[in-house]
């Protein structure tokens, strides 16, 4: 009898409740418009392509001639390819991401893979940027039927998340005083980091999307230079087996930790 397929349901990021950190980006008076709608489109592209000029200017809300012109300069510069009338994202940008963190695709993906299959749920990496941490790499397991994806690149505060809290554990204490100082971070999330600091580990539930909860550990590449954290994120409806995945998790970043000093 011929086995039949169930299609695997992801469960997206939704949007962040609260207002982010505000980053060096969101400073008007450094912020250059062409520069920002140029990987505004990038990033279009890689999400819809692929996508037509006339496509990408309504889902963007920009004239069709700025559009034109952008996507006629990362044309020539290899960052998008045309085929007909519709753009991909081109070999330039594969290129860059390659050499984003070399470590990453030598020793952090196949620790990441290998925890996953272990945990059968989504492991993601993230490193702190400013006053906010970025995921960097995601694994996914497609052994549950409904299981979370995160957004690559995707950016929050730090104080807020498994992601973040793990990450503020990492900071000494002149930093974490500095960071509690300048941002208001509620009582609950510094005891959190506080317990973060002794176990080795942060759990958030419900806060950046409803419905999920994640565990995180923090540790460093690098010879103990740049922080990250590995986590594990699963819908709520399997939070009774969180405890079984704390164990690999800490192995994982263990493992990561070492083999990249």
């Given at each position: 009898?011929?086995?039949?397929?169930?299609k695997?349901?992801?469960?997206?990021?939704?949007?962040?409740?609260?207002?982010?950190?505000?980053?060096?980006v969101?400073?008007?008076?450094?912020?250059?418009?062409?520069?920002?709608?140029?990987?505004?489109?990038?990033?279009?592209?890689?999400?819809?392509?692929?996508?037509?000029?006339?496509?990408?200017?309504?889902?963007?809300?920009?004239?069709?001639?700025?559009?034109?012109?952008?996507?006629?300069?990362?044309?020539?510069?290899?960052?998008?390819?045309?085929?007909?009338?519709?753009?991909?994202?081109?070999?330039?940008?594969?290129?860059?991401?390659?050499?984003?963190?070399?470590?990453?695709?030598?020793?952090?993906?196949?620790?990441?893979?290998?925890?996953?299959?272990?945990?059968?749920?989504?492991?993601?990496?993230?490193?702190?940027?400013?006053?906010?941490w970025?995921?960097?790499?995601?694994?996914?397991?497609?052994?549950?039927?409904?299981?979370?994806?995160?957004?690559?690149?995707?950016?929050?505060?730090?104080?807020?998340?498994?992601?973040?809290?793990?990450?503020?554990?990492?900071m000494?204490?002149?930093?974490?005083?500095?960071?509690?100082?300048h941002?208001?971070?509620?009582?609950?999330?510094?005891?959190?980091v506080?317990?973060?600091?002794?176990?080795?580990?942060?759990?958030?539930?419900?806060?950046?999307?409803?419905g999920?909860?994640?565990?995180?550990?923090?540790?460093?590449?690098?010879?103990?230079?740049?922080?990250?954290?590995?986590?594990?994120?699963?819908?709520?409806?399997?939070?009774?087996?969180?405890?079984?995945?704390?164990?690999?998790?800490?192995?994982?970043?263990?493992?990561?930790?070492?083999?990249?000093?």
């Amino acid at each position: 009898m011929k086995k039949k397929t169930v299609k695997v349901h992801d469960v997206p990021a939704a949007p962040v409740r609260g207002r982010p950190a505000r980053t060096a980006v969101e400073d008007r008076s450094d912020f250059s418009k062409t520069v920002g709608n140029a990987l505004t489109l990038l990033n279009a592209i890689s999400r819809l392509g692929p996508v037509t000029l006339g496509e990408l200017a309504v889902s963007l809300k920009l004239n069709r001639t700025v559009v034109h012109r952008l996507l006629t300069t990362l044309h020539r510069q290899s960052f998008v390819i045309k085929f007909g009338s519709s753009y991909l994202i081109g070999p330039a940008v594969i290129r860059l991401s390659a050499n984003v963190f070399p470590a990453l695709r030598k020793v952090v993906l196949p620790a990441m893979r290998e925890l996953a299959a272990r945990v059968k749920e989504t492991v993601s990496c993230a490193v702190r940027d400013g006053d906010s941490w970025v995921i960097l790499e995601q694994v996914l397991d497609s052994s549950n039927i409904v299981h979370i994806r995160e957004e690559i690149g995707g950016r929050f505060p730090l104080h807020m998340g498994a992601h973040g809290y793990a990450l503020l554990a990492a900071m000494d204490e002149r930093a974490l005083a500095d960071y509690y100082e300048h941002a208001v971070v509620p009582d609950r999330v510094k005891a959190q980091v506080k317990l973060a600091r002794t176990q080795g580990y942060a759990v958030s539930k419900g806060e950046l999307r409803e419905g999920v909860v994640g565990v995180a550990a923090p540790g460093f590449f690098s010879s103990g230079g740049i922080p990250f954290a590995l986590a594990v994120i699963l819908p709520t409806v399997r939070e009774r087996n969180l405890p079984n995945h704390l164990a690999p998790l800490l192995e994982a970043v263990a493992h990561i930790t070492r083999e990249i000093e």
